[in-house]
C-alpha cells in the first residue's frame, strides 16, 4: 500500500473538513471501521497533527466520509 506523506497543513485541513462536518475524531474513526479499515483514535489523531502518514486507501475512504473534493485536503500546500 502507497503512503502519503503528510504535514502540518495537511494535518490541518483533514482536522478543519471533520470539524466543518461535525464530527470527532471518534466519529470518523468509527465509519473507518465500519469501512474495514481498522485505525484507533489515537492513529488518526496522529495524522491530523502531521505526526503520522497516510495511506492512499485511507485518504479515500476519508473523501467518501467527509464528502469533499480531494483539493479540499490539499489546500494551501505548497511544494
Same mark, same amino acid.
Given at each position: 500500500?502507497?503512503?502519503?506523506?503528510?504535514?502540518?497543513?495537511?494535518?490541518?485541513?483533514?482536522? $478543519?473538513?471533520?470539524?466543518?462536518?461535525?464530527?470527532?475524531q471518534a466519529?470518523?474513526?468509527?465509519? %473507518?471501521? #465500519? *469501512?474495514? !479499515?481498522?485505525?484507533?483514535?489515537? $492513529?488518526?489523531?496522529?495524522?491530523?497533527?502531521?505526526?503520522?502518514?497516510?495511506?492512499?486507501?485511507? %485518504?479515500? #475512504? *476519508?473523501? !467518501?466520509?467527509?464528502?469533499?473534493?480531494?483539493?479540499?485536503?490539499?489546500?494551501?500546500?505548497?511544494?
Amino acid at each position: 500500500m502507497a503512503k502519503i506523506l503528510v504535514d502540518a497543513c495537511f494535518g490541518h485541513n483533514l482536522k $478543519q473538513i471533520r470539524m466543518s462536518c461535525d464530527m470527532s475524531q471518534a466519529d470518523v474513526v468509527r465509519e %473507518l471501521n #465500519l *469501512l474495514g !479499515r481498522s485505525i484507533s483514535v489515537t $492513529q488518526y489523531g496522529h495524522i491530523e497533527q502531521g505526526r503520522a502518514n497516510i495511506f492512499a486507501t485511507d %485518504l479515500v #475512504l *476519508l473523501q !467518501r466520509i467527509f464528502k469533499v473534493d480531494y483539493s479540499e485536503f490539499f489546500k494551501d500546500l505548497v511544494p
